[in-house]
């Protein structure tokens, strides 16, 4: 079912798209369990979404989990909520998914990833209609209807013994199959016209056109991603076109049809396909081929990496593996290079010594800020490209994903905002403070939609509000309610990243988000939204670049340079704010307005960390400690780079 961007009206011509709909319509009034199943990019929580905003719950949460996303160890905490003390770091009561959900809509996505064990205890709360936090006795009943989703074949899950046979049956009381994009082909440019709309507005180029050879491409195309396939494709191919009409050149696909192949032998049964497969490999096996395990997956990764365009992202979903499992088959096959274990020295090397070795330097960033910048620019590959050192670039969402990569040594550098490196030196990191960016006060905000009764903090009472768990609005929620005279125990606090554009159902899953730049710049000029108080007077918002202590006595010289690039990039943003603007539009895909006032907001060049700034970490340490909120007291200056101290 072609639904596009996770809105709750899908796009819909094909016959077969229409078919499923009429489906999800006598479905989405009833309080049915349902399980989505279809593959990776079909639309599976856009679909949920639709179930949600076509029932009588439209009006509460609708709130979407991965539950392959969920550490083991964690998971039922995650899921069902946990006490205060039941385990170690857990120093307040947590409420979990379901009781998030409350009277609303909860989808378990990639149901099939959930372990044996949680599996039971699921099975349960879908029985009784209660949870039982982790570390309690005492049940709390929950009236959420449950929709579940899978890119894999439960059945043969319920054979290899990966999922209970009891779950399933009960899972699967009404099961809907999310049919690929390849067999509703009718649907394609009404999509690719819904995406080209999407993305040339929010770029400001309306007008955009695909051209009638582009459109034939796309129609010609097998889509092996599916939907988000599509969506991606568009998207691209509208930051690269210049034109007023995109050409089939700018369409990043893997490689057309051939003449010899109809969109019949595309849409056969997968159990053909399934036959086909089965017979190549038993033929090879009689051969008794050498290496044919190591062979098949080599071919097999090095294909889906070459359809993909080298796209690792793209190609580990193909696959239905990590990235990082990629990482490692790309590496042994030499298509990248190998994340070895650095043995970096901060000396140089002498002619004597013998060549220089290689040495590699891992960058974990936003897109928005220096970093993105520095890394839209590429001027630091330029500089490094001559002394032996390949820079490497991870993104994350937020400063807490970041901290967690650079705590497990998958990064060596990046930067983040004032709260995130407290709680992680209260986690034992041997994270660093290597420099500083001045405060930025209004990047901060509390956000709410323009029809919202609420005008005042006094006003949140009771409320539900987002934010994302030990980031700067976290602290700025603090000291919000604290003014007001609130705690946290006067609110219903959401822990969840933000995801943005927010949907209609956004709109109803909570009251309040606490949001931060350049979002906060773009929903403040939508007109859609209205800041009730953002963080002057009440938090610093600073940015900080941080590194590991190890890393940073081995690579002080690297350190320096990168803090260099990181100064003259803050000057080119200084003095060319519409160049950067522009360059930061098409890495993000925002309205160039919306980056230019959020650029406008903040001083980017780094500073060396300076007494004050020690103190001003340390008072929100000692704050966040009196809450209850850190494990231990920690002292600032402990994990204070000596080499960047003014």
């Not at 002394?387 to 994903?401: I, M, N, R």
């Not at 219903?492 to 309040?512: C, E």
Request: charge should be negative; glycine fraction near 6%.
């Amino acid at each position: 079912m072609p639904l596009p961007s996770r809105s709750s009206q899908p796009v819909l011509v094909d016959p077969a798209s229409i078919a499923f709909k009429n489906v999800l319509d006598k479905l989405a009034p009833t309080d049915a369990t349902v399980l989505i199943v279809g593959e990776t990019g079909t639309g599976k929580e856009v679909v949920a979404r639709y179930l949600h905003h076509h029932s009588l719950r439209n009006d509460q949460p609708f709130l979407a989990v991965n539950c392959g996303a969920l550490s083991e160890s964690l998971a039922e905490a995650e899921l069902f909520g946990h006490e205060k003390g039941a385990f170690t770091g857990a120093l307040n009561r947590h409420q979990g998914w379901f009781e998030a959900a409350e009277g609303g809509t909860l989808l378990l996505d990639e149901i099939g990833e959930l372990s044996l064990s949680l599996q039971v205890k699921l099975l349960r709360v879908l029985q009784e209609r209660e949870i039982t936090r982790v570390g309690s006795r005492t049940p709390v009943p929950i009236n959420v209807r449950v929709i579940a989703a899978t890119h894999v074949d439960l059945a043969d899950a319920i054979k290899e013994r990966r999922f209970r046979e009891d779950l399933y049956y009960r899972l699967n009381v009404a099961a809907v199959t999310l049919p690929p994009l390849r067999q509703r082909p009718q649907d394609i440019p009404a999509l690719a016209q819904h995406f080209l709309s999407l993305y040339a507005n929010r770029l400001g180029r309306p007008h955009l056109t695909l051209a009638e050879d582009t459109l034939e491409a796309l129609a010609d195309y097998h889509w092996p991603g599916n939907v988000r396939e599509l969506e991606n494709t568009l998207h691209n191919a509208v930051l690269l076109t210049q034109e007023s009409q995109i050409p089939p050149h700018r369409l990043k696909l893997i490689a057309p049809k051939s003449d010899n192949v109809t969109n019949n032998n595309l849409t056969n049964d997968n159990a053909a396909d399934d036959d086909a497969l089965a017979l190549f490999i038993r033929s090879q096996l009689e051969k008794e081929t050498p290496r044919l395990f190591q062979k098949i997956t080599d071919a097999l990764i090095q294909h889906a990496f070459s359809m993909n365009n080298n796209n690792q992202q793209q190609t580990a979903a193909m696959l239905g593996i990590s990235r990082n499992t990629l990482r490692t088959h790309l590496a042994n096959l030499g298509l990248i290079k190998s994340r070895k274990k650095e043995l970096l020295m901060s000396g140089s090397h002498t002619a004597s010594e013998g060549a220089m070795t290689e040495r590699e330097l891992r960058i974990g960033y936003q897109k928005f800020g220096n970093l993105g910048m520095l890394k839209a620019r590429q001027s630091l590959e330029k500089r490094f490209s001559q002394q032996g050192v390949t820079v490497l670039w991870s993104e994350f969402p937020a400063g807490p994903q970041l901290l967690h990569a650079l705590q497990n040594n998958e990064i060596d550098f990046g930067a983040t905002g004032e709260v995130p490196p407290i709680l992680a030196q209260a986690q034992n990191s041997s994270l660093i403070y290597v420099a500083y960016e001045p405060p930025s006060p209004h990047s901060v905000a509390m956000v709410v939609a323009q029809d919202s009764p609420i005008y005042h903090c006094s006003d949140l009472r009771g409320k539900r509000i987002a934010v994302n768990r030990g980031s700067n609005v976290h602290y700025l929620l603090l000291q919000m309610l604290d003014e007001h005279g609130l705690t946290l125990d006067d609110v219903r606090v959401n822990y969840t990243p933000l995801r943005y554009p927010l949907t209609p159902s956004d709109f109803h899953a909570v009251d309040a988000w606490m949001m931060w730049d350049p979002l906060l710049s773009d929903a403040q000029l939508s007109g859609d939204m209205r800041i009730i108080e953002d963080g002057h007077g009440k938090v610093l918002n600073q940015q900080f670049y941080l590194s590991r202590r190890d890393f940073a006595q081995r690579s002080a010289d690297l350190l320096k340079i990168v803090l260099d690039e990181l100064k003259q990039t803050g000057i080119f943003i200084a003095t060319h704010p519409e160049n950067a603007a522009q360059l930061l539009s098409q890495e993000l895909g925002l309205p160039q307005a919306s980056l230019a006032l959020a650029l406008s907001r903040r001083q980017h060049e780094p500073r060396a960390i300076n007494r004050t700034v020690m103190r001003d970490q340390q008072t929100i340490a000692d704050r966040f400690y009196a809450l209850g909120l850190l494990p231990k007291a920690i002292n600032i200056r402990e994990a204070v780079w000596d080499e960047g101290l003014a």
